[in-house]
T-cell receptor
Framework: GAVVSQHPSWVICKSGTSVKIECRSL??????MFWYRQFPKQSLMLMAT?????????EQGVEKDKFLINHASLTLSTLTVTSAHPEDSSFYIC?????????????FGPGTRLTVL | GQQLNQSPQSMFIQEGEDVSMNCTSS?????WLWYKQDPGEGPVLLIA?????ELTSNGRLTAQFGITRKDSFLNISASIPSDVGIYFC??????????FGPGTRLSVLP
């Protein structure tokens, strides 16, 4: 399958700082990228969907000014957690999908664990 | 919004046993995907299904696209300790985003 990378794999930051997480599709063009959040022992929670060159579409309850998403190219999307607080600590996972076709598959990155002190 | 149901929510089995889990939708889907997530990692795609009735295997894993197109099944034969994890199903209608199930948590007892 296709490869999606995330960087960093883990990050610890102080409350009030901003953290940027990168998501890259390494061997395919990701026309659509997704950002998920996952709490321990819980399911994937979709935060937002972004199409290359367009503004992200945020799910209900997700603050777009808090979680800034940029999908500037077909291989890179970034999630910036602004003014992070301890309640933002979570496992963030990106996912990517290629151009629309009958055989679309969605591939996930390895995740980024964010801990806000 | 669209939701998928996965059953069972969790299961504990003995090593060597076979495992069956399923996923149901209120809508008709064109594609079903099955993923496995190990602790602290992102989900990994196991099997993709594109046609109603399709039966696809990946090693000890076999998945089926239900003929009603509203369900899918995943079977694991002769389970081993490394099968432990969360199994997610995902489905979509053409042109739409994938919808994910809540996951089935599998524990394998030695």
């Amino acid at each position: 399958g296709a490869v999606v990378s995330q960087h960093p794999s883990w990050v610890i930051c102080k409350s009030g700082t901003s953290v940027k997480i990168e998501c890259r599709s390494l061997d395919f063009q990701a026309t659509t990228m997704f950002w998920y959040r996952q709490f321990p022992k819980q399911s994937l929670m979709l935060m937002a969907t972004s199409n290359e060159g367009s503004k992200a579409t945020y799910e209900q309850g997700v603050e777009k000014d808090k979680f800034l998403i940029n999908h500037a190219s077909l291989t890179l999307s970034t999630l910036t957690v602004t003014s992070a607080h301890p309640e933002d600590s979570s496992f963030y996972i990106c996912s990517a999908r290629g151009p629309e076709s009958s055989y679309n598959e969605q591939f996930f990155g390895p995740g980024t664990r964010l801990t806000v002190l | 919004g669209q939701q998928l149901n996965q059953s069972p929510q969790s299961m504990f089995i003995q090593e060597g046993e076979d495992v069956s889990m399923n996923c149901t939708s209120s809508s008709i889907f064109n594609t079903w995907l099955w993923y496995k997530q190990d602790p602290g990692e992102g989900p990994v795609l196991l099997i993709a299904l594109y046609k109603a009735g399709e039966l696809t295997s990946n090693g000890r894993l076999t998945a089926q696209f239900g003929i009603t197109r509203k369900d899918s099944f995943l079977n694991i034969s002769a389970s081993i300790p490394s099968d432990v994890g969360i199994y997610f199903c995902a489905g979509r209608e053409y042109g739409q985003n994938f919808v994910f199930g809540p996951g089935t948590r599998l524990s394998v007892l030695p």
